[in-house]
Structure formats: C-alpha cells, structure tokens
C-alpha cells in the first residue's frame, strides 16, 4: 500500500509527476509563458482603452486571434511575429532584453 497522507506537501506531488511524465517541467513552464504573454498584451489593450476588436482590425488579424493570446488558451505560445504585429498596431515597441551578471543586451522590434 503506498497510498500519501492527508499531510503530503504540493511539492512532493509535483516532483512526482514530474518524474512520471517526462517533458512535464518544460510543459508547466510554457504555460507560464504564455500567461505572462496574455497579461501583457491585455495590460498594454486595456490602457490604450481598445476593444479586442479594435486591436484585431488595427493589427489586420481576426478578434478571435487577440482573444486566444489573451487567454493563454493556444496550445503554443503566440508566434513572435504575431506577438509583435499586436503590440505595435497598439502603438508600443516590442523590445528583447538579455542580461548576465552585469550585462546587459537589449533590442528593439520593428514591424
């Protein structure tokens, strides 16, 4: 019998699946992403006070392209060129920023 009391950590439960499933760490950390992505790119919507629609039409993609990035609900994270063509035609810069230690990279997209 090797069943877990009542009092067995999140933790333990989660290192156990990720032994049982392989690739599941990287699974878990891509739906991260993809939720930071979402918040972002409804952040940067709602303070340029546009509708889902709004934001569609000025980025020439359909409302349900928009409502899926914002959703996080696609099985993968948002293309970059899709990711970028949204947050430009909202009037914000896309930009990549790479630091170690000290140092520190950054570059600006352009569409």
């Keep these: ?14 290192k156990g699946w990720e032994e049982k499933y392989p690739g599941f760490r990287e ?3 891509e739906q ?5 992505l979402a918040a972002m790119l409804k952040e940067i919507r709602k303070k340029e006070h546009l509708t889902q629609k709004e ?8 409302q349900s392209v928009v409502a899926r990035i914002e959703g996080g ?3 993968a994270l948002p293309r970059f060129d899709l990711f970028n063509k ?3 035609a909202a009037g914000y810069e896309l930009s990549i920023h790479a630091k170690k230690n ?3 990279v ?3 997209l352009s569409g």
């Design 73 to 75: 609900t696609g099985k």
């Design 55 to 62: 934001l569609a039409e000025k980025a020439n993609v359909t």
């Design 106 to 108: 950054q570059v600006a």
């Design 86 to 88: 949204l947050v430009q």
């Design 1 to 14: 019998m090797n069943k877990k009391h009542i009092g067995s950590s999140v933790l333990d439960t989660v």
């Design 27 to 29: 699974r878990v950390n």
């Design 32 to 36: 991260i992403e993809k939720r930071k």
């Design 102 to 104: 000290r140092k520190h």
